[in-house]
């Protein structure tokens, strides 16, 4: 028995079954805190990390900015109105830095020394455009479809197959 009331004896045997259990249950908890306390506190950091928190944020409001971007140009079509607009990109920002070659093998430029040392950047280039989804009135309309599929493929490096164009319901 492991928990006795005063004045109760308890034969040695459950004594030591009791410690054993006490000891088992520890090392269960143990182990479980050693395998999952480590992945929360990684999940944690990576959430209130302000560099991917600013990451994140930068990418939806440029995704933001080319939909209205896209949703006025279409608008400006005769014969188009009530636009709405998704955008898909298909990666972040991506940062260029500045190369040299030294004995043939090409490195990225350093500057600073120790601690604050860093690669030295040349742009930043916009994310990708994965494909546009539009949805309008007149958007059944085969000339006018067409005419936005080129119009937003040339306006924005979009290939026509990643566009699409599409009526919108009646309300």
Not at 50 to 72: G, H, V
Not at 130 to 154: F, K, M, Q, T
């Amino acid at each position: 028995m492991l928990f006795t009331k005063r004045g109760d004896s308890a034969t040695p045997e459950e004594k030591s079954r009791g410690r054993l259990l006490v000891i088992l249950i520890g090392a269960v908890l143990g182990i479980l805190l050693l395998v999952f306390g480590g992945e929360l506190t990684e999940q944690q950091e990576e959430q209130d990390d302000p560099a991917l928190i600013s990451a994140e944020q930068d990418l939806n409001d440029y995704r933001k900015e080319l939909e209205e971007r896209i949703r006025l140009l279409c608008e400006s079509v005769e014969g188009v109105g009530g636009v709405h607009v998704a955008v898909t990109l298909e990666c972040g920002y991506e940062e260029v830095y500045a190369t040299e070659t030294v004995n043939g093998e090409e490195r990225p430029v350093i500057v600073g020394s120790g601690s604050s040392a860093s690669a030295l950047p040349i742009t930043r280039r916009e994310p990708v455009i994965a494909g546009i989804g539009v949805v309008c009135r007149g958007g059944s309309n085969s000339d006018v479809r067409r005419e936005l599929i080129a119009l937003l493929s040339s306006a924005f490096h979009v290939s026509g197959n990643r566009i699409y164009v599409t009526e919108a319901k009646r309300s």
